[in-house]
């Protein structure tokens, strides 16, 4: 009975793409307050997520969504999950990242939701492509 509150499905925008290449000087990550994301985006580790990222858009371009989307119904799949916080710095950002859940979200180029195509096997080979799935150990003691 109870559920989980995912924070930024997004990892603070680098799940957007838009760190690819750098971090942009109009980024969240180019403010000084900031330094820490800025930080973490150069790092080697930093540089393994954006590889990932790559490994994954084939996935998200196979179900028709972007990567935001394909994070966020990623994130709500998940049967310990109740909801997810969002955040956006614009409208357009919102509605698409809405476009995990909804038809036509517009933005995002979907023509349909994200979250029922999530089947087992898709999020197979996503948990293979990161390869950060928990571990649950379950205790059936009662």
């Not at 994954?56 to 179900?63: G, K, N, W």
């Not at 990242?97 to 933005?107: C, E, R, V």
């Amino acid at each position: 009975g109870v559920g989980a509150m995912t924070w930024s499905p997004l990892a603070c925008g680098i799940i957007s793409g838009k760190y690819g290449n750098g971090v942009p000087e109009s980024s969240r990550a180019a403010l000084k307050c900031y330094q820490w994301l800025k930080e973490k985006i150069i790092s080697e580790e930093g540089r393994k997520q954006q590889v990932k990222l790559k490994d994954l858009s084939p996935i998200a371009v196979r179900l028709g969504c972007t990567l935001p989307q394909l994070a966020v119904a990623w994130c709500l799949r998940n049967e310990g999950v109740s909801s997810v916080l969002l955040g956006s710095s614009n409208p357009e950002q919102l509605i698409e990242n809405l476009g995990a859940i909804q038809a036509s979200a517009g933005g995002g180029g979907t023509s349909a939701e994200v979250l029922p195509k999530m089947t087992s096997h898709i999020v197979n080979e996503i948990d293979n492509i990161l390869g950060n799935k928990p571990y649950s150990k379950k205790d059936y003691r009662s």
